[in-house]
Structure formats: structure tokens, C-alpha cells
């Protein structure tokens, strides 16, 4: 990696990390499409590293607005979730793979965009948690579905909720991964170089949710992941 291309990873990073702290999601979202045209190695594990680091740091924060029950139901659907997005990263080429990536963002966008607003009922839970396992564990980008069915929360319940799901959700792909041996000395080497992008991410959005409502990250949100999705498909067509 190229000293521009890591520039490029560490903003992507940086960014991503404020707007999960601030918002609860977007590690994924906003920067996997842009690591993956620069290093695809870097994806899910280097990203999903990060986002435990971010997860922590928003728990130590707003760990009081928690929604333990949510929180829990969620989590149950996440670990059969999780098996089976290690066993479609094992069994997708990498083309596949970005292609798919870039894909869920498109349609976490359209979701999002179109405000469908699904009850946080039990079964909703368990099925956003089981889809979200999947999704995170193959691509990084499991927020979409949590954020759908959480949108109705607010402030710190929102961001220390799907913080929590994010953190244990996290830990349990991560595990996934290295069961299935995609997690490699390069992507915990780019992990330790990318944590001080992270931080300062983080350090960013308490600045951020001071000056920024929710609707105006949300649109930020929609409109850099879009932009990353289009041309992360626009260079798998090409190549």
C-alpha cells in the first residue's frame, strides 16, 4: 500500500468512525467501499477490528441510555447469522465479494432513503440481528438492518444500543473469521496502523453531535456510501 493509498484508508476510517459514534452505525457502510478499491484484504476483518475499538469507546460514553433487552434479542439472531456469513466469505471470489459488498449498501441506502420503519418487536429483533450477522461477518456492513429497526431511538439510547450488538456481534464475526482463516498478520498489522484514525474519529463526533441533528449525518451518510457503492461496482464491471 502506496503512502497516498493508506491517506486515503485513514480518512475513509477517520470519517466512518465519527459517523458510527455519532449515529450508532457507518463504519461499514461509509468506508468498505472505498478500503476495498484500495486493499481488499482489508475487508470485513481490518473494519470489523476498528469498529469493536469505536464500540467500546461510544459504550464508555453513553453506556447508561443501554437498551439491554433490545440489545439481547438482537444478538440471539446474530449468531446463527454470523455462521453463515463465514461460511458465504469462505465460498465468494473476491469479485463476487466486492460486488455483494457494494450491493447491501445500495439497498441499506434505498431502505433507509424510502423510510420503512419495521416494529422492535421480539421477531423483527432476532431476524435484523440474524441478517445484520451475516452481512457484517461477509462484508462489514452489518448496521442497515439494525438501523432500520432501531430508527425509532434517538441520541445516546440509539448509539450505546447498537453499540452493544456491534461490539458482541463484532467479537463473535471476528472469531468467525479466524476460524476460517481470513484473518491474516496484514490485516491486524493495517488494524494497529488505522486505531489512531479510529480514535480521532471518535474524539470528532462529540464535537459533531453538538453542531449536527440526526437527519444531516443520516443525509451525509447516504450520500458518501452511495457515491462509494457506484464506484466500487463501476471498477469490479471494469476490470
Known amino acids: 500500500m502506496t503512502t497516498v493509498e493508506f491517506t486515503v484508508v485513514a480518512f475513509a476510517i ?27 484484504g482489508l475487508v470485513p476483518g481490518t ?31 446474530r449468531v446463527p447469522g454470523t455462521v453463515a456469513g463465514a461460511l458465504l466469505l469462505v465460498a465468494l471470489p473476491e469479485r463476487g465479494l466486492a460486488l455483494m459488498l457494494a450491493l447491501v449498501v445500495l439497498l441499506g441506502i434505498a431502505l433507509t432513503s424510502f423510510g420503512w420503519i419495521p416494529l422492535p418487536r421480539r421477531r423483527n429483533l432476532v431476524f ?10 461477509a462484508t462489514s456492513i452489518g448496521g442497515p438492518p439494525m438501523a432500520l429497526v432501531w430508527q425509532r431511538n434517538t441520541g445516546a439510547k440509539l448509539r450505546s444500543t447498537m453499540s452493544a450488538f456491534f461490539l458482541v456481534g463484532s467479537v463473535m464475526s471476528l472469531a468467525a473469521l479466524a476460524a476460517a482463516g481470513a484473518v491474516t498478520s496484514h490485516t491486524a498489522f493495517l488494524f494497529v496502523l488505522l486505531t489512531p484514525a479510529a480514535v480521532l474519529g471518535y474524539v470528532l463526533s462529540r464535537f459533531v453531535n453538538r453542531v449536527m441533528d440526526r437527519r444531516r449525518l443520516r443525509l ?13 461496482i463501476g471498477q469490479q464491471l471494469l476490470m
Open 47 to 77: 473494519l470489523i477490528m476498528l469498529a469493536i475499538v469505536v464500540s467500546l469507546m461510544v459504550l464508555a460514553r453513553d453506556g447508561a441510555a443501554l437498551d439491554f433487552s433490545g440489545a439481547s434479542w438482537a444478538l440471539a439472531g
Open 14 to 40: 477517520f470519517f466512518a468512525s465519527c459517523m458510527q459514534a455519532s449515529i450508532g452505525f457507518g463504519m461499514g457502510m461509509l468506508a468498505a467501499p472505498i478500503v476495498a478499491i484500495v486493499d481488499p
Open 220 to 232: 451525509t451518510a447516504i450520500a458518501v456510501s452511495t457515491v462509494g457503492a457506484v464506484v466500487l
Open 128 to 137: 435484523a440481528g440474524a441478517t445484520s450477522g451475516l452481512l457484517a461477518t
